[in-house]
């Protein structure tokens, strides 16, 4: 890894924003998931959330998510499931959906943990998730369509949030709050991918990586990973 990219890897790394993130409800288009998981890392989400029942479209979603391993993507069979597993981490649950009660996109503090609710491309959000949610948002629109395009509706929203903890100093920390075993991982598979590839097919320890971006491991991790056997 040369420095240059080390310097860039460490730079993403302080300005991951783990407390924010996008849950997307049955989302089964290949091109919007991926659109939205490309929006999410460009402002910093570590992790988004996918609720699809079967493992095909779960195998689906990863690999709609497949081009960008900067961001993880955690699956639930139920949209139970995945609020209550964001709720656990005190998030607000933020659900795209026009009702009486809804507010505009820009009125809402992201700057607490916040998760967007995105729901299917053809019928939206279903009750059940609406039913989990703290709060109703809507994008304001004045001319002759009801809605927009799931992935550019979370651009909209996502920035807005960046927007906000952008002004608060939330991208400006000294330290990033990923734990330094996540730091490691994505310092190892984000600057050595082929290296993490094989060590990964062949079930050897992720190696430590140093200050100046070099690997530190030992002569037998070495030795196995040159090994032709598996």
């Known amino acids: 890894m040369t420095p240059e990219r080390y310097a860039r890897i460490q730079e993403m790394l302080t300005s991951r924003q783990p407390d924010l993130t996008v849950c997307m409800e049955q989302v089964h288009k290949p091109h919007n998931i991926s ?3 490309r929006t999410a890392d460009a402002v910093g989400v570590h992790e ?3 609720v699809w029942p079967t493992s095909r ?12 391993s900067w961001v993880q993507v955690k699956t639930h069979r139920t949209i139970t499931d995945a609020v209550s ?11 795209t959906n026009l009702s009486a009660k809804a507010v ?3 009125e809402v503090d992201y700057m607490r943990p916040t998760c967007i609710l995105l729901g299917q491309e053809k019928t939206g959000i279903t009750q059940e998730a609406l039913a989990l949610a703290d709060q109703d948002i809507i994008i304001p629109m004045i001319g002759m369509v009801q809605s927009l395009n799931v992935s550019v509706a979370s651009a909209l929203i996502l920035y807005e949030a960046q927007r906000q903890r952008q002004n608060a100093g939330m991208y400006q920390r000294d330290t990033g709050m990923l734990d330094d075993d996540e730091q490691q991982r994505l310092l190892f598979e ?4 082929m290296l ?9 320890p ?5 200050h100046q971006g070099q690997i530190i491991a030992d002569t037998a991790w070495w030795a196995a990973m040159q090994s032709a056997a598996e």
Do not use: W
């Not at 597993?85 to 659900?95: F, R």
């Open 85 to 95: 597993h964001l709720k656990t981490q005190g998030m607000q649950i933020l659900a």
């Open 35 to 37: 659109a939205v998981i």
């Open 206 to 210: 992720r190696p430590h990586i140093d």
């Open 196 to 204: 993490a590839r094989v060590a990964m097919r062949k079930k050897l």
């Open 57 to 68: 479209m779960r195998t689906l979603v990863s690999s709609a998510a497949g081009s960008n």
């Open 48 to 50: 988004v959330h996918a």
């Open 104 to 106: 505009d996109f820009r």
């Open 190 to 193: 984000g600057g050595y991918p």
